[in-house]
Nanobody
Framework: QVQLVESGGGLVQPGGSLRLSCKASGMIFSLKDMSWYRQAPGKQRELVAFITVGVSTKYADSVKGRFTISRDNVKNTVYLQMNSLNPDDTAVYLC????????WGQGTQVTVSS
C-alpha cells in the first residue's frame, strides 16, 4: 500500500528557510505526479505546489517565487524548499500524488514565528 512519510518541518523565524522531504513507497514513484499541500488550524487544506512526471511545476500564488518543489526518482522522494517564510506559512505540510490519493501521511509541522 502507498506510504508517504514527510519530514523536515520545525520552528523557524520569519524570513528563514526550511526544506521538506517526502519519502514515498508502495507505488511506482517515477510514474506519479506529486504534490505538497498544507493545512493551517481552522482552515481548509490547500494545494501548495505540484510537480509532474515530466518535471513541470506549478505553485499557489501565495508561495510563488519563494517555494520550489523538486523530486528525486532514485530516492522516491519529493522535496519542498521554502524560503522567505512568513507566519502565514505556518501549517502542517503533507505530500501526496496529484491529484491526491485518499491515503495521507501524518505531515510535518512548520511554524514560522519570532
Amino acid at each position: 500500500q502507498v506510504q508517504l512519510v514527510e519530514s523536515g518541518g520545525g520552528l523557524v523565524q520569519p524570513g528563514g528557510s526550511l526544506r521538506l522531504s517526502c519519502k514515498a513507497s508502495g507505488m511506482i514513484f517515477s510514474l506519479k505526479d506529486m504534490s505538497w499541500y498544507r493545512q493551517a488550524p481552522g482552515k481548509q487544506r490547500e494545494l501548495v505546489a505540484f510537480i509532474t512526471v515530466g518535471v513541470s511545476t506549478k505553485y499557489a500564488d501565495s508561495v510563488k517565487g519563494r517555494f520550489t518543489i523538486s523530486r528525486d526518482n532514485v530516492k522516491n522522494t519529493v522535496y519542498l524548499q521554502m524560503n522567505s517564510l512568513n507566519p502565514d506559512d505556518t501549517a502542517v505540510y503533507l505530500c501526496n500524488t496529484f491529484p491526491p490519493a485518499p491515503r495521507w501521511g501524518q505531515g510535518t509541522q512548520v511554524t514560522v514565528s519570532s
